[in-house]
């Protein structure tokens, strides 16, 4: 924003002033005393009406709802009491624009609004266009060769026009000779809401990038009220959007640019501008339907009056005794030396702050700890205030819940109930096998990661527990396998005996063996899907599944799943390195066009506004930190 600029809205913040609801009453009993003076019976009446508020001491609402009572018997001669004006400022700029979720709610119900009365009013206009070419215009087939070439050249003269305009043309063509009908309003369409939705997203997005970008560059990212930022689209880029990955419009580029004009005839996208081709088009949505938030409201502009500052306080004393307690208080807090103020910089445990006890400090204040340090002074003695002054059970119980001093069970209390929630997980292995046998597990979700890593690095849990837990929620996992197959409970035992021998082997950490887990659920799921699709194959039951000789694939075992594993790794770490190459190659494609277009700026084939514009459009965000040093760099050189 330019100097002029900011000159010009605070005049305007300090000049605008608002009419309240008693300012617009006050208004029209005026307009009515200028049309109707008033009689001498009104005036007598006025006379005795303030006579009796006064006599009455009527307050000032029910002074105007007398008002109102008499004005509707006798006119509008009464003025009402009270502000003619509001208190509110008018700021004609927005510091920081920006829109939030609730924001964008409350857009789209305006959209809706808006779409709703347009689609209403359109249907009035079409029935009055369609009367209007059934009467006043000449039939297509009535016309001679040279009307029908006229009629034609017009239509491909205007035929880009939006049509409201067309129409007006129409009807002055018209005059002339009636060969012209009026096309027919074309309705907001439900759509188009989603396109609007996401120009309204874009919108946010850009915002964003606008007020990071003119914050790294020191500059103010105000704007005014009724110039707004412009919302840069391509119709390109809309029809291609996605989200996650997945297409958002089954649509292609020229529905797309159907949308945005439908949008832009129906009034909702306005200030429409089009550079050229390569450029995109530059558009502001409609004031009474985007709802624009200020991050950080504007500051008052009165020059004459400061802002109140709650943090600067001022001490006032009430008499001597008290400013003496004061300045003793503070060279005890000031002395090095002070055995009880040598917890961390710690108050002691039975002080009691002055801002919670102030009205009672010369009475109840006492120092129960000797202080045996040459800066400190003998406390004040009172017997009767040693009485009544609270101890240090009375002060935690009025001190709020914050300050309360914690104990060590209560900051434990969260660690101990992970733990014995984590130890009830255990079960014994008859059980968990008759559990297996009847299902019910078939559908059993493993736990977290997440919480696995709490428990090891919180939990006051043992290593054996810990493995015990992880074994026994594999087995669980592994029951997925058998889901539509009978397995009796003494399967289910032996294959347990197996797991606990042939998993979690030579491990010594609890991390490590979270590690491993997830290398045994991934192979446990690998082979529940390759059973899933080779159904023509029944699973072993799990007592041989599970036995530690089954090496080979053909032996279909899970000791044999253990090569696929490997191939895995081996996957992922040649497809880490090829999205690493490919990262590199884009990188430096991205640098190249930098270097490509900061040497047109410094030719002069790019303005410095064209330079920002293009990096801003093909290329990341980043980029933008990566200009602003390379023109500092440039500047400087």
Same mark, same amino acid.
């Given at each position: ?20 609801? +008693? ?27 303030? #006579? ?47 829109? #939030? ?7 789209? #119900? ?27 215009? /000449? ?39 009636? +060969? ?65 990955? /997945? ?16 949008l832009r005839e129906a009034g909702i996208l306005v200030n429409y501008k089009k550079i050229n081709s390569k450029q995109p088009i530059q558009v502001n949505f409609n004031r009474n339907i985007l709802v624009i938030l200020d991050g950080n409201p504007p500051k008052s502009q009165t020059p004459n009056f400061k802002g109140f500052n709650t943090s600067i306080k001022k001490s006032l004393h009430d008499n001597r005794e008290l400013d003496y307690i ?134 006051? /849990? ?5 493995? %015990? ?29 197996? /797991?606990?021998?042939? +998993?979690?082997? %030579? ?6 063996? +979270? ?75 991205? %640098? ?39 023109? #500092? ?5």
């Amino acid at each position: 924003m330019i100097k002029d600029t900011k000159i010009s809205a605070k005049k305007t913040q300090k000049n605008a002033k608002t009419l309240s609801e +008693i300012g617009l009453y006050n208004q029209k009993v005026s307009e009515f005393l200028d049309n109707n003076p008033l009689t001498p019976i009104a005036q007598h009446a006025i006379k005795n009406f303030n #006579d009796t508020a006064q006599r009455n001491r009527l307050t000032d609402g029910q002074y105007n709802q007398a008002v109102e009572e008499f004005n509707n018997a006798h006119g509008l001669i009464l003025l009402k009491k009270g502000n003619i004006y509001n208190d509110t400022k008018y700021y004609s700029y927005i510091n920081y624009p920006y829109l #939030d979720t609730k924001a964008i709610k409350a857009t789209m #119900d305006n959209y809706r609004a808006y779409v709703y009365q347009y689609n209403k009013q359109a249907e009035k206009i079409n029935q009055e266009i369609r009367d209007y070419n059934q009467t006043q215009v /000449i039939n297509h087939y009535s016309l001679t060769e040279a009307q029908k070439k006229r009629k034609m050249e017009f239509i491909k003269a205007n035929n880009s026009l939006f049509v409201w305009e067309y129409n007006k043309v129409v009807e002055l063509e018209n005059k002339k000779d009636p +060969i012209l009908p009026k096309r027919r309003v074309a309705k907001v369409i439900t759509a188009i809401e989603l396109t609007f939705q996401v120009l309204v997203h874009f919108y946010t997005s850009q915002l964003r990038e606008r007020n990071a970008y003119l914050r790294v560059l020191n500059r103010p990212t105000s704007t005014l009220k009724n110039s707004l930022p412009k919302l840069r689209l391509n119709q390109k880029n809309l029809a291609d959007h996605t989200m996650n990955g /997945i297409p958002r419009f089954d649509f292609v580029k020229r529905t797309a640019k159907n949308h945005v004009k439908r949008l832009r005839e129906a009034g909702i996208l306005v200030n429409y501008k089009k550079i050229n081709s390569k450029q995109p088009i530059q558009v502001n949505f409609n004031r009474n339907i985007l709802v624009i938030l200020d991050g950080n409201p504007p500051k008052s502009q009165t020059p004459n009056f400061k802002g109140f500052n709650t943090s600067i306080k001022k001490s006032l004393h009430d008499n001597r005794e008290l400013d003496y307690i004061n300045l003793k208080l503070n060279k005890i807090r000031d002395c090095a030396k002070s055995t009880d103020l040598n917890k961390s910089g710690s108050k002691p445990e039975n002080y009691v702050a002055k801002e919670f006890y102030g009205k009672f400090l010369k009475e109840n204040f006492q120092r129960t700890e000797a202080v045996s340090t040459p800066c400190a002074r003998p406390a004040l003695k009172n017997s009767q205030d040693e009485k009544n002054s609270p101890g240090p059970a009375e002060i935690q119980k009025i001190l709020p819940g914050f300050l309360k001093k914690s104990t060590k069970s209560t900051q434990n209390k969260g660690h101990v109930v992970l733990t014995e929630n984590f130890l009830s997980r255990i079960e014994d292995e008859k059980k968990l096998a008759q559990k297996l046998a009847d299902g019910q597990y078939n559908y059993y979700t493993p736990l977290p990661y997440s919480y696995l890593e709490r428990v090891a690095n919180y939990g006051a /849990i043992s290593f054996d527990d810990f493995k %015990r837990v992880l074994i026994q929620d594999f087995i669980k996992s592994a029951a997925k396998i058998w889901r539509n197959h009978t397995v009796f409970a003494g399967s289910w035992k032996n294959a347990i005996n197996q /797991i606990k021998k042939q +998993i979690f082997v %030579r491990v010594q950490s609890k991390e490590a063996l +979270i590690e491993n887990l997830k290398q045994y659920r991934w192979r446990i799921n690998w082979a529940r899907n390759w059973f899933a699709q080779n159904t023509d194959i029944k699973a072993l039951f799990p007592s041989l599944y599970f036995e530690k000789n089954r090496t080979e694939s053909c032996e279909i075992g899970f000791a044999g799943t253990r090569r696929f594993w490997l191939k895995n790794l081996a996957k992922k770490k040649q497809l880490a390195k090829k999205n690493k190459e490919a990262n590199y190659n884009a990188n430096k494609r991205k %640098r190249r066009k930098l270097e490509e277009a900061l040497n047109k700026f410094n030719n002069g084939q790019y303005t410095h506004k064209q330079l920002f514009n293009y990096v801003q459009n093909n290329l990341p965000h980043r980029y933008l930190e990566v200009l602003r040093h390379r023109l #500092d760099k440039n500047k400087f050189a």
